[in-house]
């Protein structure tokens, strides 16, 4: 997803034009929605997503990362797929449906988007071998085993 940010670091704010063919052009924005109390989503005449405001940017952005880094902050539901590496298909049943995946910024009709970060911390965190207790009767049977 293509995407431009702009940042105001005095305000903490970032503003991410998805629809960078719209950056110079007035009255693109045909509406404002709130969706927290530090997002708001500009949308067009159609309803598609045209930009994503962060009122509080550096709590949800590695501010110092955007300087250098060209990569989209913005995913949607096929690239968040392709970073877990599972099809489209499967993606929101698998993972998107889950309460310990992160919260998309925004779910409109064209679909759902995310930070990158989010995705990028989650995938993280499922790769790290759980430490799960086994059941106690289940130790009992290893522990005389051994013996």
Do not use: C
Request: no cysteine; aromatic share 4%.
């Amino acid at each position: 997803m293509l995407s431009f940010v702009d940042i105001d670091r005095e305000h903490d704010l970032a503003y991410i034009l998805l629809r960078p063919e719209l950056r110079d052009r007035r009255g693109a924005v045909a509406r404002s929605v709130r969706v927290a109390h530090d997002i708001v989503l500009d949308l067009d005449e159609s309803g598609h997503l045209i930009g994503i405001e962060l009122l509080n940017a550096s709590a949800r952005l590695d501010m110092d990362e955007l300087k250098t880094a060209t990569r989209e902050i913005i995913v949607g539901v096929k690239e968040a797929a392709q970073m877990l590496g599972v099809e489209k298909s499967n993606f929101v049943r698998d993972h998107a449906s889950k309460p310990d995946f992160p919260a998309p910024i925004a779910e409109l009709a064209s679909g759902r988007f995310w930070l990158r970060s989010a995705i990028e911390q989650y995938a993280e965190s499922k790769k790290k071998p759980s430490m799960k207790p086994l059941p106690e009767e289940e130790t009992r049977r290893r522990r005389a085993r051994r013996r």
